[in-house]
């Protein structure tokens, strides 16, 4: 994973899932040191119909916080690291950060007689975690990789591209994805082997992606259910027990793999491991709540 887009990713999300926790935890109140965003008390337009109301969320708490958290570990970092790289790891916690500012959006309620909103009450409001972490995941397939030159300066590898900058929300990386396929121990990659996968599906949990062109297994399982219950006068509710079969299949181990398939599905190898992260982000949240 070592500096490779997955790694880029999940620096970007992490970086991200602070600020939205803090936020989130400023907004209702459980932290002294911020609190909703007071700059827009008593604005709006009144010629428009819309004040500010409510609690908007403000950022700029959970920002400061997530490079405090986040940022300052490599900042400290001296001597011979490569600095270049220091610079991609803060670069994309920011490209994390960016993405949390720039899906804000303001969100309105209705006042009036029977709802005919002659007023309105604007708040700014963070977007959900989902949203934000498919905003990262667009970035991630589109991710740039840069040079691992010593330089002052983050350079694209492609030098015919040079020329295009590098945006506050690219995500950057310096090495080539691992075969995600293929189990290896000393890079951490479990390989798709044994995974479950779906026959008829063409995305990413399709066996077809899932197994890299190695084929898969079909067992059937067996599943005893209670079903039909009726609640029996009185008091209890009988069961009858169902039996279903259903196929299962696996991918399969053998090391024969179809050369056409190889390295070319990481990023739906991947997409699993995203959201088994994003949900250990909202995990994350929790628990920063929690310390608060
Ligand atoms: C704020 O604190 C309360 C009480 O500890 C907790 O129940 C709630 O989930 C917290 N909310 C946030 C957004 O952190
Ligand atoms: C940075 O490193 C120096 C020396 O190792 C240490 O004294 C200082 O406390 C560190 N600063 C931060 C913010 O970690
Ligand atoms: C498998 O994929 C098909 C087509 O995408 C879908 O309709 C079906 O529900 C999936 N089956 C399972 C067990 O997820
Ligand atoms: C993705 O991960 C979840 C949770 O670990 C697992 O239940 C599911 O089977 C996985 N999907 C695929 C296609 O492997
Ligand atoms: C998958 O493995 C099983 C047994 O190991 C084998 O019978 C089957 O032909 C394999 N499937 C493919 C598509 O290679």
Redesign the pocket.
Known sequence: MCRTKEAAFISAVAAAGLVHAVTRSCSAGNVTECSCDVTLRHGGSASEGWHWGGCSDDIHYGMAFSRMFLDVPFKNMTGKSWSGLVAMNLHNNEAGRQAVAKLMSVDCRCHGVSGSCAVKTCWKTMSSFEKIGRFLKDKYENSIQISDRLKKKLLRKEKSQRKIPIGKEDLLYVNKSPNYCVEDQKLGIPG?QG????RTSQG??GCNL?CCGRGYNTHVVRHVERCECKFVWCCFVRCRRCETMTDVHTCNNSEVSNQRHKGCFKKYLFA??T??FLRTSRLLSATMHSAF
């Open positions: 798709t995974r479950e996968c779906n990413p949990e899932l699993n491991n959201f088994k």
